[in-house]
Structure formats: C-alpha cells, structure tokens
C-alpha cells in the first residue's frame, strides 16, 4: 500500500495549513497571535526555545537547576507573562505585526517579576511572608499583569471571575447569609496571592510548570515526528473498511491525539480537516460529522494512559500515585468511546453507508514498518510510571528524550536540529494558553482558601444533598459545566476540585469518585452550548450550523453525562474494590448498557426502533452500567427482550438482520 495511493495519508500544502491555522484561530481565542517576520521573529523562536530548555533542564534533575518551588514558579509565571504580552495584542485592532510601546513596559514588568522573588526570598522566609510597602505594590503588579494577560488570551470570562473574588476577599462582611466572613486587607489579600504558595504560586501554577509544560514539549515533538499521521492510519487500517468507516476513523484518530495532545479545538482543527470531509462524502450531515470529531477530540483526556496530563494532574490534587487515577479512568474512557462508536454504527446501518474503498486503505502491517517505531516512547511512559519509582519530572524528561532518539531510527521521522528546535520553540507558545489560566485560577483557589469560600459553597451543596444526592449531583454538573465556559480542560477542573468536588466528598462520595466527576463536566462544556468551542470549531470545517452541532455531540457524548453519575453512586466502574473478574463483568455489562443508550438515542438497532422500546432501552441502559448483581440480571433479560423484539421486526419487513 503505497503512501500515494492512502487517501488519509497526505501531506498538507502550504495552503492548507494555512486554511487550518486560520480555522484554529476563529474558534480558538488563544490561537490570535501577532506574526513576527525577520529579526524579531528569530528573536521570539530563540527565547520560546530557551524557555523549553529551562523547563527540560528544571525536569532532567540537574543540581544546578534545583531550586525551592517558589522561585521556579516565579520563573514560568514571569517567562508566561513575557510570552502573553509579546504574542498577544490587547485589542482585537491593534496591529499584529509589532509589539506597541505599552507591551513593553507589560514586560519590563513582568522580567521584574521573578527578579524581585529571587531577591526578596531570604527576607521572605526570614520574615515568615510578612509583606513590606513594596511587596504589596510588587504583588499588586503581578495580580493586573495575570489578569490582563488572561483577558487577552482566554477572553474576559475567567479575568472578570477572579475579580468578583479578590472583591469578596476584601468585603465579605458585608455578604448577607452563610457567605459571609470577615473580610481581609489588600495586604493580606495580595500577601496570600502573591508571596506565599497559595495562590498566583501556588498548586494551579506548579501543575502548569511541571507536568503541564513537559507534556506539551512530549507532544510537540511527537507531533513533528509524525505520531499524527500513525495515528490516523492505523484509525484507517483498522475502521476505515467497515460501515461508516471514516466517522471510525475521525473517533480512532481523534482520540488518540487528544490523549496525548489534551487541547480539544487544536485536535478538531487536526484531525477533522481530513476526516470530516471523508464523513460527510460517506453520507454523514455536516452536523453529525462535526459533532464525531467534536465528542471524540474532547473525549482524549479521559482515555488512560496519558489523559492530556489530566491523570497526572489529578494524582497531585488527590496526593494518590499516577496508577489509581489510570485504573479508575479506564471503563468510563471505554464507556465513552463506545458510545460514540456504536451511534456511529447504527447511523451507518441506518443510512445504508459504506465504508472506505479497501486498496485506498493503509494496512496495519505496513503502518507499523513505517512509524510503528514512534510507538516505543509511549510504551516506555507507561511502564516507568507503573514500574520505576521515579518521578513524573524524571519520566516525562526522559520520554522526550527517547522520542528525539527513536525518531532517527527511520527517514519518514527523523527530525533535523531545525525540527527539534522548531518543536520546542512552538511547544512554549502552546504552553501560553493553559499556563496563564493556571495562573488565573490561583487568584480564584487562592481567595477560596483564604476566605473559606469552598467550605462555604459546601455547606450549601451539602444542604442540598441531604434532600436529594441526585439533585446535589445535577447542581454540581451545572456549575462544573459554567466555570468550564471557554478554559483549557484543566485550569477548568483546577477551579471545580476547589469549589464543588469538597462538597461532594462531604456528602460520603470517595474523593476520587468526585473529582472524577468535576473533571468529566468541566471537560464537557467544550461540547456543550453556548460555549462549544470544541463542537464550534468542527462546525466550521464541516460547514454545519454550529448550535446543531454543538447539541449533535451532546448526543454522541450520552455515555459521559451518565457515567459519572453511575460512578458515584456505584465505585465499581472506577475499579475500586473490585477483583479482576468483576472487573471484567462491569465492563461487559456497561458496554452492553452503552450500546443501549445509543440505540435509544438513534432509534434503529437492525430496524427502525419504537418510542417504547427506546425509553425501555434507555432504562436498561441504566440499570447495567450501575453494575449490581440485581440490576444486571434484570437489565441482561430486558436487554435480551429489546433484541429479540427487533429481530421480529425486522424479519417482518423481510430485512437482513445485521450490526
């Protein structure tokens, strides 16, 4: 199967790539950047490469480079600050070829920064945080220069959140009912924000300077090596034949990129500029279309083992190892994808589709000659992580490293010093967009911890809970789902661990079963109007109205807005307690209850599907995937009726009965 001939395998003309980056910049505020030519544009690749090496080297455990967490956080939120003001322009006019006056003196400031911490930490300690005049107006500084940074790249969402905090911090007092609390000064306020670690420095930013920022660097390099394009055909090997082969393709290729990847709208633009044309020649709407690579892309941060460096993230948050956040994700990512997979079946079936012609097919052998190699640096994450006793920093650094040095193994990766240099480069400008919302979210987990706001909202969560646990858990899935309006999947969850997974915990729910839940809402609000910016973005490449979109991958993404609330009511799907064969059991049972939930939704099995035997189907969903011997038995013998029911029919209208 030559490369020629693989309608999946193309390189993309400058044209294209041109087509894309545009397509990325319209759905995507954080993709608006200014473009540099000459000079100025060397100049900005040399200090977007040193800033990756910093990283690289902070990771690799170099004793010259081992410093007290404060000052490397200080270091990436000042290099971030750097980076925000000289890519992006404050208003959406203002010329995008140059840096105006103002944006200079942004970062003259935030160089400053980091300098100040460097020479005030030794007084810092001495003094046990206690601010001086300068602190407060230093500290001052760094809170405008986050939130402006924040303005300009994620839009004025989370800036505007943050305030209405900072504001509450300062006079809760007069907050009528349980909100309310003393109130503190400017100086305590910029005290705990600014010099300590419990805000701007605090966990949010040292998620982003450790796991996030080398998990980028992974992917970037990835990326130029080719790991996109073995994705993409090894989705076409093993799906692209089958009925509705390229919406296969577009989960298979979505998934495993966004896994890896974890920024939902970059892998849309990605993946769907060549799968979604592929759907919609197949038969597929544009909205449907869309809505695939939409729920898919998304859906890659909840597959194990990597999780878009969620897993990682929530393993720091719990204070748990990497390995029970990976078994607990596995039967809801199954769950999720299969859900997709099986609409996309019986649409398939439905619509009397096609799949791929097979000799414009790559074949899973060829595949694996050609860049099968590019496998050896996930597998070697994988099994250091589970098996090695080091640590994350250790693991990820040295996961770069091997993916550099396997990559040389053949001609269709190997990478030049100008590829390494341009991945590291352009790994830096990805890392802009989630590290600045980290930093915003610490002003936000910041005032909560001060204040007590989280213990606050709790309480009022819990008073809830004790009428309804159902109407406890809908209440925390809206809010999960608002604060994650427009943000990166992590900073949004690093806000809802704060605010609404406390709650939950309270009410009994083990903490991973709540965490787990906030992550899996604060992710869906990329699909989820009015704010789908991932359903949005494959709106505008299939050319679907972008609202019927957003609410197509609703649809497709069922499976996830009921699995969460399985999981809290029944631990078993995220494997806690069980032994292997109820592993197992959970698992077969679930994805029977998701093929239901899906033929509810699609109303066709191998016929058209009644009203009352979808809502039966959509019960019985239910009652499998909460996973209790009583329930099993009875949703297996109402699962066996609803087959046995379709066959008839469709043996009456004389149809060939087939999945």
């Known amino acids: 199967m030559s490369e020629e001939n693989n309608i999946l395998h193309q390189e993309l003309t400058a044209e294209e790539l041109a087509k894309q980056e545009a397509m990325l910049e319209k759905h995507e505020k954080a993709a608006r950047t200014r473009k540099f030519t000459g000079i100025p544009a060397k100049a900005l690749s040399l200090f977007c490469f040193l800033f990756t090496v910093y990283h690289l080297a902070y990771a690799s455990g170099i004793r010259l480079m081992q410093m007290v967490n404060l000052k490397h956080h200080a270091i990436h939120v000042g290099l971030i600050l750097i980076l925000s003001f000289v890519l992006y322009p404050a208003w959406e006019k203002a010329s995008r070829k140059k840096v105006a006056i103002y944006d200079w003196v942004f970062v003259l400031l935030s160089l400053a920064e980091p300098i100040y911490v460097f020479a005030r930490y030794d007084t810092f300690i001495s003094t046990?945080?206690?601010?001086?005049t300068m602190d407060v107006v230093m500290g001052t500084i760094l809170v405008v220069l986050v939130l402006e940074a924040t303005r300009?790249?994620?839009?004025?969402?989370?800036?505007?959140?943050?305030i209405i905090f900072i504001l509450y911090g300062l006079f809760g007092r007069y907050v009528p009912g349980i909100f309310m609390h003393r109130g503190y000064s400017?100086?305590?306020?910029?005290?705990?924000?600014?010099?300590?670690?419990?805000?701007?420095?605090?966990?949010?930013?040292?998620?982003?300077?450790?796991?996030?920022?080398l998990f980028i660097i992974f992917g970037e390099v990835m990326?130029?090596?080719?790991?996109?394009?073995?994705?993409?055909?090894?989705?076409?090997?093993?799906?692209?034949?089958?009925?509705?082969?390229?919406?296969?393709?577009?989960?298979?290729?979505?998934?495993?990129?966004?896994?890896?990847?974890?920024?939902?709208?970059?892998?849309?633009?990605?993946?769907?500029?060549?799968?979604?044309?592929l759907m919609k020649k197949n038969g597929y709407s544009s909205e449907f279309s869309g809505a695939v690579v939409a729920t898919a892309s998304v859906g890659g941060q909840l597959m194990p083992p990597i999780m878009g460096a969620a897993a990682f993230v929530m393993a720091e948050t719990l204070g748990?190892?990497?390995?029970?956040?990976?078994?607990?994700?596995?039967?809801?990512?199954?769950?999720?994808?299969?859900?997709?997979?099986?609409?996309?079946?019986?649409?398939?079936?439905?619509?009397?589709?096609?799949?791929?012609?097979?000799?414009?097919?790559?074949?899973?052998?060829?595949?694996?000659?050609?860049?099968?190699?590019l496998v050896i640096p996930i597998a070697f994450l994988v099994i250091m992580l589970f098996a090695s006793g080091w640590t994350v920093l250790k693991i990820a650094f040295w996961t770069i490293v091997l993916t550099i040095v396997v990559?040389?193994?053949?001609?269709?990766?190997?990478?030049?010093?100008?590829?390494?240099?341009?991945?590291?480069?352009?790994?830096?400008?990805?890392?802009?967009?989630?590290?600045?919302?980290?930093?915003?979210?610490?002003?936000?987990?910041?005032?909560?911890?001060?204040?007590?706001?989280?213990?606050?909202?709790?309480?009022?969560i819990i008073g809830i809970g004790q009428r309804s646990l159902f109407l406890t858990l809908l209440f925390t899935m809206v809010t999960c789902m608002i604060l994650g309006m427009g943000l990166p999947s992590i900073p949004s969850y690093l806000i809802t661990a704060t605010i609404a997974a406390p709650a939950l915990v309270k009410l009994d729910i083990p903490d991973l079963a709540a965490h787990m839940f906030c992550f899996y809402f604060?992710?869906?609000?990329?699909?989820?109007?009015?704010?789908?910016?991932?359903?949005?973005?494959?709106?505008?490449?299939?050319?679907?109205?972008?609202?019927?979109?957003?609410?197509?991958?609703?649809?497709?993404?069922?499976?996830?807005f009921i699995v969460p609330y399985m999981f809290v009511y029944n631990q078993g799907l995220l494997l806690e307690g069980v032994t292997v064969l109820s592993g197992i059991w959970i698992l077969i049972t679930s994805v029977i209850g998701v093929a239901l939930i899906s033929v509810a939704a699609e109303g066709f099995l191998f016929t058209k599907v009644p009203i009352i035997v979808r809502v039966a189907a959509a019960v019985t969903s239910v009652l499998l995937i909460n996973s209790n011997v009583?329930?099993?038995?009875?949703?297996?013998?109402?699962?066996?009726?609803?087959?046995?029911?379709?066959?008839i029919l469709a043996k009456r209208k004389g149809l060939k009965i087939s999945i």
Not at 351 to 373: A, N, S, T, Y
Not at 631 to 647: H, K, M, N, T
């Open 407 to 460: 990559a040389e193994l053949r001609p269709v990766s190997r990478m030049s010093l100008k590829d390494i240099y341009d991945a590291f480069a352009q790994a830096a400008r990805s890392t802009v967009s989630v590290a600045i919302s980290c930093a915003c979210v610490g002003i936000i987990v910041g005032v909560c911890s001060l204040t007590g706001f989280a213990l606050n909202i709790s309480a009022a």
């Open 522 to 560: 604060a992710m869906f609000a990329n699909l989820t109007p009015p704010v789908a910016l991932a359903s949005f973005a494959a709106a505008g490449i299939s050319g679907g109205n972008a609202m019927k979109t957003g609410w197509m991958s609703v649809k497709l993404a069922i499976a996830g």
């Open 320 to 373: 748990v190892q990497y390995a029970v956040i990976v078994k607990a994700a596995v039967i809801p990512a199954i769950v999720y994808y299969c859900g997709i997979l099986f609409q996309v079946q019986l649409r398939a079936n439905k619509e009397k589709m096609f799949g791929l012609p097979r000799d414009q097919l790559p074949k899973v052998g060829q595949v694996f000659m050609e860049r099968g190699h």
């Open 186 to 213: 400017w100086t305590k306020i910029i005290q705990y924000l600014t010099i300590d670690v419990y805000g701007i420095y605090g966990s949010s930013i040292k998620v982003s300077a450790t796991y996030i920022v």
């Open 128 to 132: 046990g945080f206690k601010p001086s």
């Open 152 to 162: 300009r790249i994620s839009g004025a969402a989370l800036p505007i959140l943050s």
């Open 630 to 647: 009583t329930s099993d038995i009875i949703g297996l013998a109402l699962f066996a009726v609803i087959v046995a029911i379709q066959v």
């Open 223 to 277: 990326n130029k090596c080719g790991m996109g394009q073995l994705f993409n055909d090894l989705a076409s090997a093993a799906a692209g034949g089958t009925k509705g082969g390229p919406a296969k393709v577009g989960v298979i290729a979505s998934g495993l990129l966004g896994m890896i990847n974890g920024a939902a709208v970059a892998v849309v633009v990605t993946t769907g500029s060549f799968t979604i044309p």
